[in-house]
């Protein structure tokens, strides 16, 4: 993917990993970053490319560890060539993607059809993540060493738990050597069962299955403990609950390698959305009731949980923004709620959502741009290092983006195949501009 | 009086005696009817009433209207008492239940929806195992009225609307009244919609059972965000003897045998000993206190077979009262705004 020169000008650089945050400009050659700060005139090759960032924000381009990017099996959700260039269009230039495919990432034929994929079809970095078990079953380990060697980043049976305590047990125990980590969908499901949505008043008065907190909860206890038990590298997926921070809290306290990750829209609607008002204060529903795009495993929860998700991420306890961009076909989205699929495609939205909490003063830009940069290299280990930084002579993986720029959400503008948002005709505040892989850009907003 | 007569001297009826029943399009819960409207319901359903009570039910008011009975799950009275309902203001009607049509080929309720609003019809009554199942309709079809006939455990908008209008008939009014749900809350629709109109109505509402068969959110046990106030206000106690006291409504839900089953319940004999409303519990509550019961009924389970057939159950009117209220609801819907 290397490419020609480019330069851009005069942005607000934020490298939080080397705590440098100051108007600068990048230098890019060859694919890698050559210069950040001053660019001398007789530096510039000729022919150089020059985006002027002045009054933009120029980071590490955005990691997320976990999308559903759906190929193969199901493609008429999304595919390798949609979801990488939603994924540009949302300033990420690498996603992980889930192995809930069909067939699932369970052996390394499978990682290897997703790589090749990738090379022709992608616009940005594809990074797989394997099966814990096999057939994502739960009942056997998958061979676990062989799709670390054939690149899987992570281990996950994302969509469902890893139910059986014992087989995350030996999960945790067998791979702790391999330096990735399990990162488990924690749900209880005797205590989930059927549930679609948080429990809770709105669930009640929606007559609605709910899902406890505790479902969620007792599950992250009990792989912190497992992760004591066995040294393993537990990553916890998406948690939504207020109880799950000091629970994390107290692993990270015990020295435990334990790290977790939230949703946008864990961080920023609440279960009130599924009442058809858009959170705005309701005690019954309105016609726009059952909107079935608020609905997504594990739930959207209350206001207190929000606020607890909130401080844990800006105080860093909670290592990352991930997305849980969950690609969906309308049809599945045009039912009742109890039979409507879960998912949120998130990546295009993904950086306005987030933002709202700085410009809400909750953080600053600089922790964002961590949460959403080095705080996922972080759990997926050092080989992301070089993908999280603008130190020269790394790759140049690059976002340029507009923190103030506003827009509306529309879902028919969306590059992924996925238009399932409850966000639809919101306004959000922040924007990309510009991604850039490899010193290649590969997408550029036509509108800011 | 030769039966055209009949109709011609009824059909000034019905229009002329309706008291102003504000444009309504759907009626899918009791959120969006306020107590005036309610009020206004149960005065038409007065005017309907009468017409009931005539030798000759039949005014030609729905004449050339289309209504169809969308009904997913069985029903026996409600769908006979909106079909009756229908008739009688002439409209045709149509009964279209799960088993006898293309739902069988795996249409899906939206295309089942399109399809219906494609043939002209006015007013479809939906009844779905699965809450919201309405809203999807009301949402999607711009040219048809839709009436929700119970939803999975979310709400039964015109059960709630009969209840209310069989107390005030029997009571007088409903402002202050304790009113008493005692059973299976979490999983009854009729209960959520009786709550929630009750309330309205400015009643104080009890709700009792056991705890595993009460939202545990409105038991304030849950922890998370504070409660709105019409939920606030509901009282949640586990002993019916305690909650009976003073009631002036007494409402048994049907208690699904595979509650029981589920684990919801040690055994049934132990609900019936905690539970049943019984005339030694009755005793307690305000001397004529109505007994009510949506049907069906499990008599011997959550009501003893006196109680049921007893001086103070108002069971039957109910279900009279429920035809009435339904052609109140259809009148009113096929003459608003479409």
């Not at chain 1, 595919?79 to 690498?94: E, K, L, W």
């Not at chain 1, 864990?266 to 705005?280: C, P, S």
């Not at chain 1, 990546?347 to 306005?352: C, I, K, N, R, S």
């Not at chain 1, 020269?392 to 983006?401: C, E, K, N, S, Y």
């Amino acid at each position: 993917m290397a490419s020609g020169a480019l330069l851009i000008k005069n942005g607000r650089v934020i490298d939080p990993g080397r705590n440098f945050d100051q108007v600068a400009s990048v230098l890019v050659r060859d694919g890698r970053i050559s210069i950040v700060g001053e660019v001398p005139a007789d530096q510039i090759p000729q022919g150089c490319q020059v985006i002027d960032a002045t009054g933009l924000v120029v980071s590490p381009g955005f990691i997320d560890i976990h999308c559903h990017l759906r190929e193969p099996g199901f493609e008429y959700k999304e595919t390798i060539a949609t979801g990488t260039r939603a994924g540009a269009r949302g300033g990420f230039t690498s996603l992980c993607c889930m192995p809930n495919t069909e067939p699932p990432i369970d052996n390394a034929a499978v990682v290897d059809l997703i790589r090749r994929r990738s090379r022709e079809d992608a616009v940005v970095r594809v990074h797989p993540v394997g099966c814990v078990t096999k057939g994502r079953k739960g009942k056997a380990l998958a061979e676990m060493e062989e799709l670390a060697s054939a690149g899987v980043v992570a281990f996950s049976d994302d969509g469902d738990p890893v139910y059986d305590a014992n087989i995350m047990r030996l999960a945790l125990s067998y791979s702790a050597d391999l330096g990735i980590p399990i990162t488990n969908h924690c749900e209880e499901h005797a205590l989930s069962r059927n549930g679609v949505m948080a429990e809770g008043w709105i669930a009640t008065r929606l007559g609605l299955p709910g899902i406890p907190a505790a479902a969620e909860e007792a599950m992250i206890a009990r792989d912190i403990s497992l992760a004591e038990l066995t040294g393993g590298r537990l990553h916890l997926a998406h948690i939504t609950t207020s109880g799950a921070v000091p629970l994390l809290r107290q692993a990270k306290g015990k020295g435990l390698n334990v790290t977790a990750e939230v949703c946008p829209h864990h961080l920023t609607i609440t279960d009130k959305w599924v009442l058809g008002t858009r959170g705005i204060e309701s005690s019954g529903a309105s016609t726009n009731a059952y909107d079935t795009s608020t609905k997504v495993y594990p739930p959207l929860r209350g206001g207190s949980d929000v606020e607890a998700l909130i401080e844990g991420l800006a105080d860093g306890l909670i290592d990352c923004i991930a997305t849980d961009h969950a690609p969906h076909e309308p049809v599945s989205k045009q039912v009742t709620y109890n039979e409507a699929a879960f998912g949120i495609s998130v990546l295009e939205t993904a950086l306005g959502s987030s933002l709202q909490l700085v410009h809400a003063g909750r953080m600053t830009l600089n922790s964002l741009v961590d949460r959403m940069t080095v705080g996922p290299a972080r759990v997926l280990g050092p080989t992301f290092d070089e993908l999280a930084t603008l130190e020269p002579g790394t790759p140049a993986d690059i976002v340029v983006f507009d923190s103030d720029l506003e827009w509306e959400v529309d879902p028919s503008k969306f590059e992924s195949k996925g238009k399932n948002t409850p966000l639809r005709g919101t306004t959000l505040k922040g924007g990309v501009v510009t991604t850039i892989v490899e010193g290649k850009v590969v997408y550029t907003n036509a509108e800011s | 009086m030769s039966t055209s007569q009949a109709i011609e001297t009824a059909s000034l009826v019905v229009p002329t005696d309706s008291p102003h029943l504000p444009p309504r399009k759907h009626v899918l819960d009791l959120d969006d009817f306020s107590s005036e409207e309610i009020l206004a319901v149960i005065e038409s359903a007065k005017g309907m009433a009468e017409v009931l009570g005539r030798d000759i039910k039949k005014v030609p008011t729905l004449r050339g209207r289309v209504v169809v009975t969308l009904f997913y799950e069985s029903s026996t009275r409600t769908r006979i008492s909106f079909e009756e309902a229908g008739k009688v203001l002439s409209a045709d009607v149509i009964n279209m239940t799960a088993s006898a049509s293309s739902v069988e080929k795996g249409e899906s309720l939206l295309n089942t929806g399109l399809t219906l609003q494609a043939m002209g019809v006015d007013v479809i009554v939906v009844r779905h195992a699965y809450s919201g199942a309405p809203y999807l309709l009301a949402q999607q079809l711009d040219r048809v009225g839709i009436i929700n006939a119970g939803d999975g455990i979310h709400a039964h908008p015109t059960q709630a609307l009969l209840d209310l209008y069989t107390v005030q008939d029997k009571l007088g009014s409903i402002s202050g009244l304790k009113v008493v749900i005692v059973g299976d809350v979490l999983h009854s629709r009729v209960a959520r919609s009786n709550i929630w109109g009750f309330s309205k109505m400015g009643a104080k509402v009890v709700i009792c059972g056991p705890a595993t068969l009460l939202p545990l959110d409105l038991l304030h046990r849950n922890g998370g965000d504070a409660l709105p106030e019409e939920l606030a206000s509901i009282e949640v106690v586990t002993d019916l003897d305690l909650a009976i006291q003073d009631a002036d409504v007494v409402m048994a839900l049907r208690l699904q045998s595979e509650r029981q089953d589920a684990g919801f319940l040690p055994s049934l004999r132990e609900y019936i000993r905690r539970w049943q409303v019984t005339d030694e519990r009755l005793a307690k509550a305000k001397p004529g206190a109505l007994v009510m019961h949506p049907g069906p009924m499990n008599e011997g389970i959550e009501i003893s077979s006196s109680i049921a057939h007893g001086g103070n159950s108002v069971i039957e009117e109910q279900v009279t009262n429920g035809v009435a209220i339904r052609m109140a609801l259809l009148y009113q819907l096929c003459t608003g705004p479409k």
